[in-house]
């Protein structure tokens, strides 16, 4: 199990913050569009960090945000330094997150398969 460092962990939780604000005013490019900052996982000599990440849309909008945000991350970083007061500001790597949208399939399967169930007894009674 990971060494959990509160230091890393409260500059992960500041990155997400500034993060979801640094895309909403600062990223003008069409292909990031809504994104939500779902997590960011900060090593703990803070040099790297992951920010994971989900679209309202489908999983190849989401491959191409994440496209897109690769190539704006020395931007990002730039605009990071200034809010973030550390010395060294984390090297960036941008993942879009599909555990949201594989948690919502799991759900209609689910769903689906309770709803077949119902619905089995009906159909055992009529023959």
Known sequence: ??????????VA??????MADIIRKEIHDPRVGMITVTEVVVT??????????????????GLEAAKALG?????????????????IVPQLTFVYDTSISR???????????????????ADDAAS
Do not use: C, W
Request: glycine share 4%.
């Open 71 to 87: 190539h704006a991350s020395g931007f990002i970083r730039s605009q990071l330094g200034p809010r973030m007061r550390l010395r």
């Open 103 to 121: 948690g919502a399939e799991l759900s209609r399967i689910i769903d689906e398969a309770v709803a077949a169930d119902a619905k089995r007894p």
């Open 44 to 61: 703990h000599d803070l040099e790297h960090a992951k920010i994971y990440f989900t679209v309202f849309e489908s999983e190849a909008r």
């Open 13 to 18: 939780e500041q990155i997400q913050r500034e």
């Open 1 to 10: 199990m990971a060494k959990d460092y509160p230091r890393s962990r409260r």
